[in-house]
């Protein structure tokens, strides 16, 4: 099983990925996850990616299309794969039918997690990660049981994203609308997208994407 959870920033499709994982042992593929460990480990990709995540905009298709074949050719044949803030463009929507298609896959669903965008700016500044595990944690919504610990791992320490401030969350707005949304009626034309209400909680978001998995 191929999927691609799409969505403006916020809309829940890390959290939703890191579930499936959890249940199915599927492998999540997020760019914005392997560009931010490339930045950190102080790699030539990191270098060049740094300023333009930190200004909300769109790293080079062609970075991250790498990236994501690189990911792939690392995972088991039968390992299933749920894309997460990938294809954002349409380039990207080109590059991603041949790197499946190389390595014998078939993308099985297009998942759109329905948003109010009002909503997000909230969601997005109260986000928090285990610095250890990268459970994903909000200030308001899902705060860890024990305080300062970690549900998963038990680690004290959290860390939150530069760009999860509200001007660059702007931004990233932006380019969603302006070059991902535009990537919808592709797969809408090959009739694999499935529309989740994202507002939900987020056990019922999970069992609608189980939902469009088991249909
Ligand atoms: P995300 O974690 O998906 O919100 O991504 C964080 C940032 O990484 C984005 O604002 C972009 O700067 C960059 N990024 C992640 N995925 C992509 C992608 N598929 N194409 C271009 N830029 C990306």
Redesign the pocket.
Known sequence: MNIILLGP?GAGKGTQAQRLVERHGMRQL????M?RAAVKAGTPVGLR?KA??ER????S?EI?SALIGEELDSMGADTGAIF??????EA?AASLDGILSARGRTLDHVIELDVNEDALVERITGRFTCANCGKGYHDKFEQPRIPGTCDKCGSTEFKRRP?DNEETVRT?MA?YRAKTAPILPIYEARGIVSRVNGMAELDHVTAAIEKVLEG
């Open positions: 920033p997020s760019t914005g996850d560009l990616a333009v995540m909300g905009e769109l790293v298709d991250v997460d803030g990938y294809p954002r463009t990207q760009d990233r380019e």
